[in-house]
């Protein structure tokens, strides 16, 4: 007779399997269509220039595996969500259960959102700064963006812009812990730190311009502050049921 820590055992490995499975398939798909996906990415870009140059021959191949990867893990992410808070939430009640999993899928479909309207918005404010410091007319001298540079800058912009969201969840995850109190969310020092986080973000990035950075800060404020009321929002309900089951 196997032991209930085998047979869980024994369903994880299946699950990432599925997982795996799931993964694989969106990257296959992702890989066949990846010249569609590459405009798609440097759409944005191919506005203010005519194209890329790479140093290497591997290079094309690389950002398209690159391409690929990131689309198929971000694609897949819902179904990790599935396959996974099930499982490891399968001890606690059923309300905790779906309460996890309309959690976590509620904050992946706001994020997408938020990102899609950054791409549109932001991002080409971003690009047309940085752009206009690539000609040196005292030099003679025109600089060209190579195809891992782009990748890697909007790679690196997609992180911090992750970052940046995910902050008010980890406040989440130290509420559930028992680490810190619903006030915290209020908290007027919490706010001085987060909004210190998006001055950081906003040197790096923001083009000088007034005028563009005066678009630009109220975006990131309101987006900042969606997702803390977000979290607050699940744990008012949080809070309302264990407070009915006393």
Known sequence: MKSNLEIHFVELKIRMFYFFI?????????????EELLFLFSYLFLQYETGFI?????????????????????????????????????????????????????????????????FFLLFPLIFEFLLSFQKFDLFNLIL??????????????????????????????????????????????LRLFLYFFLLFFFIIFAPPDFILQALIAPWLIIMLEFFIYFNLFFIIILQNYSHRLK
């Open 54 to 118: 790479y140093t290497n021959l591997l290079e094309p191949l690389i950002i398209y595996v690159k391409i690929s990867f990131f689309v198929s893990l971000f694609l897949s992410f819902p179904f990790f969500i599935y396959f996974f808070s099930f499982f490891f939430f399968r001890s606690f009640k059923n309300f905790y259960v779906y309460f996890f999993y309309l959690y976590l899928t509620s904050l992946y479909i706001f994020f997408l959102c938020f990102f899609v309207c950054e």
């Open 22 to 34: 799931n993964f694989l398939l969106f990257f296959v798909i992702s890989f066949l269509y990846k």
């Open 144 to 189: 060209t963006i190579t195809l891992t540079e782009y990748l890697s800058f909007f790679i690196n912009l997609f992180c911090v812009y992750l970052i940046l969201c995910l902050l008010p969840s980890l406040l989440f995850l130290f509420f559930l812990l028992g680490w810190v109190q619903i006030n915290i969310f209020f908290n007027f020092k």
